[in-house]
């Protein structure tokens, strides 16, 4: 059974920096692409960051030079880097993984077969 456990969430303030991680079990990392995604009260999810098994990464435009995707297969776990957080990076963000190879960065959440519970991101002004 796969689980993905997201934490280092928490509230700062603008400018700050969190740093995201997602522990995987019964699943691999590196093996196939796994991304996080946000999604704010009354918003749609947004896709935010993603990385491929070769290591490749994407980014949302919102998000590109202020986070950083990242994993460390010898933990099992991917982070997520957040640096000169601003209001609007207010949300619950969730880890996710798909199950065979995909367009990683296509930000289609149904390309995802396993998500994690999120955990909360609040920034203050």
């Known amino acids: 059974q796969v689980q993905l456990v997201e934490s280092g969430g928490g509230s700062v303030q603008s400018g700050g920096s969190l740093r995201l991680s997602c522990l995987a079990s019964?699943?691999?990392?590196?093996?196939?692409?796994m991304g996080w995604f946000r999604q704010a009260p009354g918003k749609e999810r947004e896709g935010v960051a993603a990385?491929?098994?070769?290591?490749?990464?994407s980014y949302a435009d919102s998000v590109k030079g202020r986070f950083t995707i990242s994993q460390d297969n010898a933990k099992n776990t991917v982070y997520l880097q957040m640096s000169s957080l601003k209001p609007e990076d207010t949300a619950m963000y969730y880890c996710?993984?798909?199950?065979?190879?995909?367009?990683?960065?296509?930000?289609?959440?149904?390309?995802?077969?396993?998500w994690g519970q999120g955990t909360q991101v609040t920034v203050s002004s």
């Open positions: 996710a993984a798909a199950g065979a190879e995909v367009f990683c960065g296509s930000w289609y959440g149904g390309a995802y077969n396993y």
């Open positions: 019964g699943y691999t990392t590196g093996s196939f692409c």
């Open positions: 990385i491929d098994s070769d290591g490749s990464t």
